[in-house]
Every structure is written in structure tokens, then in C-alpha cells.
């Protein structure tokens, strides 16, 4: 048997293969009997066998050989490839790549090392594949780039290859990242109508401050650039400066690699005034309905916000008319020589259209009955865009998801029809609190709380709370179940157990309260909702040393065991455009609780208002108004527990928590029937840390008492009783809640009153 053998190796390139195969030794064309293949390790044989472009029964020429190792060598498994012929069997020789047994990050402090795997997976380098240099050279570029996205560019990778048995291999990537890159200046060349420091004021990014260790305001990102440029056109555009351009931004990088400087060059151009607005096209023969829709004013200057919004009120306008695929251009007509423009607003409705489908896309936690259930617009009905805006809004309402997006997409040969993404994102939407503490008097107490607003992905909340001071126990538990009904009726469940106590000793007086509720919300509005609901509440006093005067009045009317059934209506309204750092917006509640069965017997009502007022992107005023009352039923006095208090943060900053109104002989505040609370703020930025809410100061006006137990409001009962103080405050968003610290000093107050001017606490705003 004549033995022919045939060679053909391959590098790197086609070019390489192509001169090795023209130098090989040729083969005559001969059908291939059989195939072998040597050399493999971990790749499945079918792997090699699928790739080949030759078949057993096939006849085999140089052509073909040349093929096989290419189509080899792109599978990314092979190192080295040889075809040797013997006979009429074609051997297929091959070399395994290394297989990476491990991926490891040195030095790595700005990124979490899940990060970085999955970058690095992104460009295919991952435990478990093979190992190819020329992924490691992306990697290390990948790596860098993720470095510099966070303004570290002076930051230096080095890879270890480390072989291992069973050929593998261990890489190592080892990062000095340097110190981050600092904006040192940022300068805009052109200016003339506004000043440099009014014009950097709006940005974002800044040469840094006292607080940029938190900001960040001074890492310069291009993202970050690319948004305060936009805000910078923003500006004049809507200052009438219609013809405003960018011409060049550039960022110089020095040679320390950690100084960076920004140049901004720009062309202001004239100041446009509007001469008009006209509208063309077909307005569905409702001109006089779009017309009132118009916010553009003739006579003021060009202001492109009023254009887009102008815009934006058209289409949706004729989507409310199941136009889906309405158009508006805003065509300016420049006067040039009388520095005017008029306005051309060209509308082309298109075709109208229904809704086919809706899907839901991003809830990988929440379930899809939990998005739908907020849609207003159906399926199979004809496309109406403000029912589709309600249900964003609403679906955002819901605070299960860190971004809400609503996409339509046509549908392909039916032009009259389109289906509904919503995109969303879910976030954590559950919070922990542990907490252990420990005095002489009250011993080792440790408390514990877990609330969950979106339990299993089921749009039900669920809270826990647990205290174990010997003092004050606590076990309540709560549940929301917002869509009761399939009307979106909801549903609460409260039951809680409370004691307290003035001191360890078994021998002080002892208040046990235990307790229950159901209430039910019915929404009105998309922003109206009355709640219902009734309870049970048993009081329980357990006589002992220094047992207060009020208590004892109480034990007189209402026994040591007292019981009580609330009926509770209330209202709220809130129109904010945030629940945890508003600009705008009001809210509002009312609510009123009447017992209408056992011992105690009582009526209370509560009415707060707050109102939002943004003077700019950066200054805020907040008003917040309160009003309580509360009265008896029958001939008996206002139950004690019942009482309304005052001082501290939350009503009147700079008197001691709960001590404004009336006492009793021994200085203890007793609480009153009626309360008056008033807040002013002026909210501002916190100084160095730029445009951020989440860390910000604020300047505030507090008044406000709490009346006797005789009934009546706070103010009515006396009006010369009110305190008052001023002072500042700090706001944090912080991972724990809304946290705010406050120094406040009275400047109305009166003998016996209890001054802390220092105060602190997390939890709601005002």
C-alpha cells in the first residue's frame, strides 16, 4: 500500500494558510474511505465531524484539505491542525487550546469582581472556554476601558498566564488603578450674553469641592459631559437664542494622567423673538381644540421647551383619537433683519389604529398580572393615548420599578395596528432593620423589623415589627393587598401588641395595648383615593408606683380595662413629582376616626397639606400645614391616650419631642384635643455637592401648640400661646431612609417649656 502524505499547517492568518497549503505536498484526488481524528481531549468528536466539509464517501482533493483546516481552525477550539492522508483514510490531527480553569482579579478596589467577570465574559473570556491570546489582548483593553469610565486613567493591567495539568491554564490580572482622574478646569470660549460662572453653574461636573469625595461631581465621565451640554443648549434655547450651537468640546488629558481640563466652544447667535404661530395640515377639523393646546406666546422670546411641549400636546392629542402615528413638525420661518421668527406647526395624523397586544418586558422579579391589572388601555380597542399615559404613571406609581417605559411597535402588514411594550426594570423593594441596645434601666433590648411593598413579585406588602425591650415590646404586623377586588379596591390588615412601661421594675405601672384594623381603598381618581375601615383597640392599665395624675383620671371614667371600636373614612390627593425629594407638587389627606362602641368614646380628625413651590432646578419651597381635632362623646372627658402632641422634628423644630400643650403637676405633657402645626423650608443644595437632591440644606420657619383638653383648635384657643423658632437643617436620602438633622432656635417661647436645640431623626420629610 502506497503510503502519501499530506502536511498543511496553519498560524494565525488565510494568508499563512494559503502559502503553506500552495507549498504542501499534492494529493491525488481519491474518495475518502474513512476518517479519523487524533489528538482531542475535552471537544466531542461530532464537534471536528460537523465542521469538516468532506464526508466519508466524498472525494477528497487539496482544495478540500485547505477547507477542513480553515473551518477547524474558526471553531476557536485549535491551537494547531494537520491532515495527514493514509490510504484512502483521512487522519485529522489537532491540537487543543488550554482551557481557563480560573479567573482572578488582584488589586481590584473601584469595581466588584462579579463586574469585572462579566465584562470580561461579555468579550468571551470566562472560566471554563479556551484560551486565546488575542481575547486576552481584548480583555486587557476592556478592562481598562471600564477603568476609564470611571475616570481612572491612569490605571495598569498585567496579566499572569500560569499552565496548569490537564492543559489549562490560571490568568491573573493584576490592576494598579492609580488615583482618579480630577476635572481641574472647565472653561467655555464664546460666551457673551451670559456669564462663565452662570453658565458652569448649571452643569453637573465641576473642579470639585469640600464634598466631592460623595458628589463625584469632579470624575469626569463623557456621559456626564454629554448631559450638562444639553442642559447648556437647553439653557439658551430657551432664552430665544434659536440658532445656539456646540461647535467643539475638548477633553485634554494631562500628562500626570489625573489632572483632565474641558473646553467648551460655542456660537450664542442672535436673539430670536416669536411673531407668530400658524398651524397647517389636518387638525381632524378640531383646530380650535389644538389651538387652546398652543403654550407658544407671540411677542416672547423663542423658547424651545414651549415648542416641544406644544408638540408633544398635538400627538398626544390626536392619539386620544387612535392616531398612533401622528406627526408634528415645528417649522421656524427667521426673520433675520427684525430678529423674529414665526412658527409653522405642520400636523400629519396619519392613520388611526388599535392596540392588537400589550407585553410586558424587564419583570424578572414582578409578576406580569401585577404591570397589567394598572393598564387603562386595552387590547382589541382602538389606541388612545392618554389612557396609555394614565397607565404608565400608574405602573410607575406602584415603586416596584426603577424605570417605566412604554414602546409602540407597528405590526408587520397590518398597518392599522400596533402592539404595547411596557419596559420595566425591577428594584429592591424590601427593607431590614436590626437593632439591639442596651441601658441599666430597660437591660438588653433587641428589635427587629422587615417590610416587603412587593411580596414574591405579587404586588402585596407585608411588614413585621418586633421589640423586645423589657420597657417598650412591640409585635405588629401589617399587609396591603392593593387590588382586593379586580376594580382596584385594596385591602389592610393591621394587628399589633404593645407595652410599656416607666422602669424595669415590676412594681412601676404597666400600659398594655392590643389591637386590630381593616381598611379598604377605593380609588376615585388616578390621584384620589378614600380609604374606610374599622378596628378593635383594648387598653389594658396595670396599677403601680408613680402612676400620673392623668392616667388616674382616666382609670376613674373608663375603668383599668377599656375597649374600643374606630370607624375611620379618609382622603388623600398627591400630585408630587417625588415621594422622597419633591420640586413640585401638593399633597394632601384628610382623615377621620369616630369610636363608636365600648368604654371609650371619641371622635378625632385630621387635615395636612403640603405644598411644593421649585424656584429653580436647585431652590425649593416646602409648606406644610396641619390641623387636628379631636372631641369627646358623651359626658366624659377626652381619653388620655387619644391626645394630640407637639415639639420636634415634625411639628415644631427646637422644643423637646411631644412636650408643647398642657401638663400635669409634675411637668409631664399631657397632650390636647387639638393641635396647629405650620412649616416653611427654603430647600437649597448642600454646598459642594452641585445639582444632587439627595444631600441637601434647607432654612426653615416652624410655629404651632397643642390646646387643652377642653377641645378646640391650637390657634383658636390661644392665639398668643403659639411657638416659634427658625433655624437649618440638613436632608440625606440615605440607604437607611430620609434622615434629617436640625439646629433650631425659638424665637417665641414660654416659661416651662423644654428646649432641644438640636434634633435628629429618619423618616418622612416633614
Keep these: 500500500m502506497q503510503l502519501n502524505r499530506f502536511y498543511l499547517r496553519t498560524v494565525s492568518t488565510v494568508a499563512t494558510l494559503a502559502l503553506m497549503a500552495s507549498t504542501a505536498w499534492a494529493v491525488s484526488p481519491f474518495t475518502v474511505r474513512d476518517i479519523r481524528i487524533e489528538g482531542l481531549q475535552r471537544v466531542e468528536s461530532g464537534t471536528v465531524f460537523v465542521s469538516l466539509p468532506v464526508r466519508v464517501g466524498d472525494v477528497y482533493n487539496d482544495d478540500k484539505g485547505a477547507a477542513a483546516i480553515r473551518a477547524l481552525f474558526d471553531l476557536g477550539l485549535f491551537k494547531d491542525v494537520r491532515i495527514e492522508v493514509n490510504g484512502d483514510v483521512l487522519v485529522v490531527v489537532v491540537e487543543e487550546r488550554p482551557t481557563i480553569a480560573v479567573v482572578e482579579f488582584v488589586g481590584t478596589k473601584e469595581f466588584d469582581k462579579e463586574v469585572l467577570t462579566k465584562a470580561l465574559r461579555d468579550v468571551g473570556l470566562a472560566d471554563g472556554r479556551p484560551f486565546d491570546k488575542a481575547q486576552l489582548d481584548r480583555a486587557e483593553q476592556e478592562l481598562k476601558r471600564q477603568y476609564i469610565n470611571r475616570s481612572l486613567y491612569a490605571a495598569e493591567v498585567v496579566t499572569t498566564v500560569t499552565p496548569i495539568e490537564r492543559n489549562r491554564v490560571n490568568l491573573t490580572f493584576t490592576v494598579v488603578e492609580g488615583e482618579p482622574a480630577k476635572i481641574s478646569e472647565i472653561r467655555l470660549v464664546g460666551n457673551q450674553v451670559f456669564s462663565e460662572s ?97 403654550t407658544i406666546r407671540p411677542g416672547q422670546a423663542y423658547n424651545a421647551d414651549d415648542v416641544a411641549r406644544t408638540s408633544k400636546a398635538f400627538t398626544d392629542y390626536f392619539g386620544n383619537f387612535g392616531y398612533a402615528f401622528a406627526r408634528v413638525d ?184 392590643s389591637g386590630g384594623n381593616v381598611r379598604f381603598g377605593v380609588p376615585f381618581t388616578a390621584n384620589d383615593t378614600v380609604y374606610f375601615g374599622a378596628g378593635f383597640e383594648k387598653t389594658l392599665i396595670v396599677p403601680g408606683s408613680l402612676l400620673p395624675y392623668s392616667y388616674m383620671r382616666y382609670i376613674d371614667q373608663y375603668g383599668y380595662d377599656s375597649w374600643g371600636l374606630p370607624l375611620v373614612v379618609a382622603w388623600a390627593r398627591d400630585t408630587r413629582d417625588s415621594a422622597m425629594a419633591p420640586n413640585s407638587g401638593r399633597f394632601m389627606r384628610a382623615n377621620a376616626e369616630w369610636s363608636v362602641s365600648g368604654q371609650v368614646r371619641y371622635m378625632r380628625a385630621t387635615y395636612q397639606q403640603q405644598e411644593y413651590i421649585p424656584l429653580s432646578k436647585q431652590f425649593t419651597i416646602a409648606l406644610n400645614g396641619e390641623v387636628d381635632l379631636g372631641a369627646v362623646v358623651g359626658d366624659r372627658t377626652y381619653p388620655v391616650f387619644k391626645t394630640f402632641y407637639g415639639g420636634g422634628l415634625g411639628s415644631v423644630r427646637g422644643f423637646e419631642q411631644g412636650t408643647l400643650g398642657p401638663k400635669d403637676a409634675t411637668g409631664i405633657a399631657l397632650g390636647g384635643t387639638g393641635r396647629t402645626i405650620f412649616n416653611a423650608e427654603l430647600q437649597a443644595p448642600f454646598p459642594g455637592s452641585g445639582n444632587d437632591r439627595t444631600l441637601r440644606m434647607y432654612a426653615f420657619l416652624d410655629a404651632g401648640n397643642v390646646s387643652g383638653p377642653d377641645g378646640g383648635l391650637a390657634i383658636n384657643a390661644d392665639a398668643n400661646s403659639l411657638r416659634a423658632s ?22 417665641r417661647q414660654f416659661d416651662g417649656d423644654k428646649i432641644q436645640s438640636m434634633q435628629f431623626q429618619i423618616g418622612s420629610t416633614f
Excluded at 412594681?507 to 395595648?513: A, E, I, R, W
Excluded at 427658625?726 to 424665637?747: C, D, N, Q, T
Design 330 to 513: 415645528a417649522r421656524p420661518e427667521i426673520d433675520r433683519s427684525n430678529n423674529t421668527v414665526a412658527l409653522v406647526l405642520q400636523a400629519d395624523p396619519s392613520r388611526r389604529a388599535y392596540v392588537r397586544k400589550i407585553n410586558v418586558a424587564g419583570n424578572s422579579r414582578t409578576r406580569d398580572l401585577v404591570v397589567r391589572r394598572e393598564f387603562r388601555q386595552l387590547e382589541a380597542s382602538w389606541y388612545d393615548g392618554e389612557k396609555i399615559k394614565a397607565s404608565r404613571d400608574r405602573v410607575d406609581r406602584l415603586g416596584y420599578f426603577k424605570e417605566v417605559d412604554v414602546e409602540t411597535q407597528e405590526v408587520p402588514g397590518s398597518p392599522d395596528q400596533v402592539d404595547l411594550t411596557i419596559n420595566v426594570s425591577d428594584k429592591p423593594t424590601g427593607s431590614l432593620t436590626l437593632g439591639a441596645g442596651y441601658s441599666s434601666a430597660d437591660g438588653l433590648g433587641l428589635s427587629f423589623g422587615i417590610k416587603q411593598d412587593n411580596a414574591f413579585g405579587s404586588g402585596n406588602s407585608l411588614g413585621l415589627q418586633i421589640n423586645t425591650s423589657k420597657l417598650n415590646r412591640i409585635l405588629a404586623i401589617n399587609t396591603v393587598d392593593p387590588y382586593f377586588t379586580a376594580d382596584g379596591v385594596s385591602r389592610a390588615f393591621d394587628v399589633y401588641y404593645r407595652t410599656s412601661s416607666p422602669y424595669q421594675d415590676q412594681s412601676y405601672y404597666q400600659v398594655k395595648t
Design 726 to 747: 427658625v433655624g437649618v437643617g440638613v436632608s440625606w436620602l440615605s440607604p437607611m431612609g430620609p434622615l434629617r438633622l436640625a439646629f433650631a432656635k425659638p424665637i
Design 198 to 294: 452662570t453658565l458652569r453653574s448649571l452643569f453637573d461636573l465641576d473642579t470639585g469641592g469640600w464634598l466631592s469625595w460623595y458628589t463625584k461631581s469632579d470624575r469626569y465621565a463623557r456621559a456626564k459631559l454629554n448631559a450638562d451640554i444639553e442642559t447648556l443648549r437647553s439653557y439658551y434655547l430657551t432664552r430665544g437664542y434659536l440658532e445656539f450651537k456646540v461647535d467643539s468640546t475638548q477633553v485634554a488629558i494631562l500628562p500626570n494622567k489625573t489632572d483632565i481640563a474641558i473646553t467648551i466652544n460655542v456660537t450664542e447667535g442672535e436673539r430670536f423673538v416669536v411673531s407668530g404661530v400658524k398651524l397647517q395640515g389636518n387638525f381632524l377639523g378640531k383646530d380650535e381644540e389644538f389651538k387652546s393646546l398652543v
